[in-house]
């Protein structure tokens, strides 16, 4: 099991390109921290998302359905006041922007009006939550998830360690699913070694057995040796924090 000492983006083996981010238990607070991290590393980064997520606070917005190039912007113009994105900073160096276009009756953005690989060619990184999980900290895929973008170079698949030990129903997203899954009932309790089944199932389902695994939340174990048990059932290695 591996710990995070310093770099989150190079313990996670963060390479330039689009990274998806799925699973549950922290997506959106992974995509700011990364994001931030290879902005202050001197990379441009773009956040989005492939299904739908809450705007990024504290980070610029491109604030429209249109290209982040396009008309009605115009050179010198700032999308909002201190936007540092690809289109307002000229291609500059230690930048990052989001994308997407807004709900306004739900608040969320949707993705971004341009192909995620054409926007690929413009940034370092193009950093996208790509998975729904309605706020649990563990989930089970339907057939038309998680939304992995074509030429995807990096899969961050996060699961949540405070839903371990907890009932199924309580918390886990498509508990029926995660049920069928590993042979329970919904009332019984999300050990490590259901939830490692589970993943272990969808990764082959997915083909994503190049996923980078990470264990978020791990603070709230009460015995650490949850964790250990959760990577011995996985049979692969995991990356272990607790993002703030």
């Given at each position: 099991?591996?710990?995070?000492?310093?770099?989150?983006?190079?313990?996670?083996?963060?390479?330039?390109?689009?990274?998806?981010?799925?699973?549950?238990?922290?997506?959106?607070?992974?995509?700011?921290?990364?994001?931030?991290?290879?902005m202050r590393?001197?990379?441009?980064?773009?956040?989005?998302?492939?299904?739908?997520?809450?705007?990024?606070?504290?980070?610029?917005?491109?604030?429209?359905?249109?290209?982040?190039?396009?008309?009605?912007?115009?050179?010198?113009?700032?999308?909002?006041?201190?936007?540092?994105?690809?289109?307002?900073?000229?291609?500059?160096?230690?930048?990052?922007?989001?994308?997407?276009?807004?709900?306004?009756?739900?608040?969320?953005?949707?993705?971004?009006?341009?192909?995620?690989?054409?926007?690929?060619?413009?940034?370092?990184?193009?950093?996208?939550?790509?998975?729904?999980?309605?706020?649990?900290?563990?989930?089970?895929?339907?057939?038309?998830?998680?939304?992995?973008?074509?030429?995807?170079?990096?899969?961050?698949?996060?699961?949540?360690?405070?839903?371990l030990g907890?009932?199924?129903?309580?918390?886990?997203?498509?508990?029926?699913?995660?049920?069928?899954?590993?042979?329970?009932?919904?009332?019984?309790?999300?050990?490590?070694?259901?939830?490692?089944?589970?993943?272990?199932?969808?990764?082959?389902?997915?083909?994503?057995?190049?996923?980078?695994?990470?264990?978020?939340?791990?603070?709230?174990?009460?015995?650490?040796?949850?964790?250990?048990?959760?990577?011995?059932?996985?049979?692969?290695?995991?990356?272990?924090?607790?993002?703030?």
């Amino acid at each position: 099991m591996e710990t995070v000492n310093g770099s989150l983006a190079s313990t996670l083996k963060i390479e330039p390109g689009i990274t998806a981010i799925i699973g549950s238990g922290g997506k959106s607070t992974l995509l700011k921290t990364l994001g931030l991290e290879l902005m202050r590393a001197g990379g441009r980064v773009l956040l989005c998302s492939t299904t739908h997520m809450f705007p990024v606070a504290g980070v610029p917005w491109d604030g429209s359905n249109r290209r982040l190039d396009a008309a009605p912007w115009q050179p010198g113009t700032l999308h909002v006041p201190g936007c540092t994105c690809e289109a307002c900073a000229g291609m500059s160096r230690g930048s990052i922007c989001q994308a997407g276009v807004l709900d306004p009756e739900t608040g969320k953005l949707s993705s971004p009006a341009e192909p995620l690989d054409q926007l690929a060619q413009r940034f370092d990184y193009v950093l996208a939550e790509a998975d729904g999980s309605k706020r649990l900290p563990l989930k089970a895929h339907a057939a038309w998830e998680p939304v992995i973008p074509a030429g995807t170079a990096n899969v961050i698949w996060i699961v949540g360690a405070s839903g371990l030990g907890k009932p199924i129903n309580e918390a886990v997203h498509r508990p029926e699913l995660f049920c069928e899954r590993c042979d329970c009932e919904p009332t019984d309790i999300a050990t490590p070694e259901r939830v490692a089944m589970v993943l272990n199932a969808e990764l082959r389902m997915l083909n994503l057995n190049y996923a980078r695994i990470m264990l978020n939340q791990v603070d709230t174990l009460a015995d650490p040796v949850v964790a250990s048990r959760f990577e011995t059932a996985l049979s692969r290695p995991i990356v272990a924090t607790s993002l703030k």
